[in-house]
């Protein structure tokens, strides 16, 4: 059975930066696009940033491009987030997610598996 299990997540100050890594276990499952997803209280669940299976294909959410990086090790089957600059605005439950394609994809309709969570919160 697939799992995806986040962690990195954390309280820090508007600026810093933070790692967040998703360690996928589940044989062929994994081997898919991975999104990252985040949801803040009272808000929908929205896209941040996916990768195809190669890692030779990303996508942000506009609100994040230049400041987060997706990537993976498909070696150690673990994706991850690097999020620098960050800001209030990020705070939310950061979630990472397998889709039901090799192709990153925006759409959450797409993911299949989710994770638990990891919280980040940004103060100012």
């Known amino acids: 059975q697939v799992q995806l299990v986040e962690s990195g997540g954390g309280l820090v100050q508007a600026g810093a930066s933070l790692r967040l890594s998703c360690a996928c276990s589940?044989?062929?499952?994994?081997?898919?696009?991975m999104g990252w997803f985040r949801q803040a209280p009272g808000k929908e669940r929205e896209f941040v940033a996916a990768?195809?299976?190669?890692?030779?294909?990303?996508y942000y959410t506009d609100s994040v491009k230049g400041r987060f990086t997706i990537s993976r090790d498909n070696a150690k089957s673990t994706v991850y987030l690097q999020m620098n600059s960050l800001k209030p605005e990020d705070t939310a439950v950061y979630y990472c997610?397998?889709?039901?394609?090799?192709?990153?994809?925006?759409?959450?309709?797409?993911?299949?598996?989710w994770g638990q969570g990891t919280q980040v919160t940004v103060s100012t």
């Open positions: 990768i195809s299976w190669s890692g030779g294909s990303t």
């Open positions: 997610a397998a889709a039901q394609t090799p192709i990153a994809t925006a759409k959450l309709y797409e993911y299949f598996h």
């Open positions: 589940g044989r062929t499952l994994c081997r898919s696009a």
